[in-house]
């Protein structure tokens, strides 16, 4: 079992650039999540996707972002017109199906908007 | 709203030594707690899983507790190590259960 899987890693963007950032769940696992982490803060709740609907995301900025998790392949975080303030480490992930069974985090992608 | 804060914010202590970590909750309405550590740079790694119905959860040198009616979690390490040194994040779901609302963490250093 391969765990969560993000990629790209690092992805470096010029200002006013797209990123896609993408997770791919554990096997098994069909609820994902979208975490942000600026530097020097905590982690802080984005989106919570199953395949094909957006549950909860109060936590989106209502500009520029969004999110979508497709019947087939990995959950995409896409970022339109990046400015520097979108720079830190976005985390994916992913739980089975009920609540109870906490949830297991990918490596992250490191956003660098230059 | 579910807020989460952890104390203290930064710890050190001598090779061996026990200790314990601090986690708070506003809302005690949770589906379950979660502990994780993070190394720098890196992503999150779950340490314990404590479900709403249940006190406490145990690993290895870790064991963690949970009250829900008081609204705190601990974390406590047995016989600390230098490899324990990372910064320890404590979780708790949101009344939704759609979202880990997190503390901003503990970080740890344990000296040789």
């Known amino acids: 079992n391969a765990g969560v899987m993000q990629n790209p890693r690092h992805l470096v963007r010029r200002r006013g650039q797209e990123a896609r950032l993408r997770c791919s769940p554990m096997k098994g696992h069909s609820h994902v999540y979208w975490y942000r982490q600026l530097p020097e803060e905590g982690l802080k709740f984005m989106v919570y996707?199953?395949?094909?609907?957006?549950?909860?995301e109060s936590g989106m900025p209502k500009e520029r972002f969004s999110a979508e998790f497709p019947k087939e392949g990995p959950s995409i975080l896409r970022i339109q017109q990046v400015v520097r303030g979108d720079s830190a480490a976005y985390f994916c992930?992913?739980?089975?199906?009920?609540?109870?069974?906490?949830?297991?985090f990918g490596s992250g992608t490191r956003l660098t908007v230059v | 709203k579910q807020e989460v804060t952890q104390i203290p914010a930064a710890l050190s202590v001598p090779e061996g030594e026990n200790l314990v970590l601090n986690c708070s909750f506003t809302d005690s309405a949770i589906y379950n707690l979660q502990w994780f550590r993070q190394d720098p740079g890196k992503g999150l790694t779950s340490l314990l899983l404590i479900q709403s119905s249940q006190r406490e959860q145990t690993s290895g040198r870790l064991n963690a507790s949970l009250d829900k009616s008081s609204g705190r979690s601990t974390l406590y390490i047995a016989a600390s190590q230098p490899g324990d040194s990372a910064t320890y994040l404590c979780?708790?779901?949101?009344?939704?259960?759609?979202?880990?609302?997190f503390g901003k963490g503990t970080t740890l250093s344990v000296s040789s």
């Open positions: 992930a992913s739980s089975p199906e009920a609540e109870d069974y906490g949830y297991t």
């Open positions: 979780a708790a779901t949101n009344q939704a259960g759609t979202a880990l609302i």
């Open positions: 996707l199953q395949k094909e609907n957006i549950i909860d």
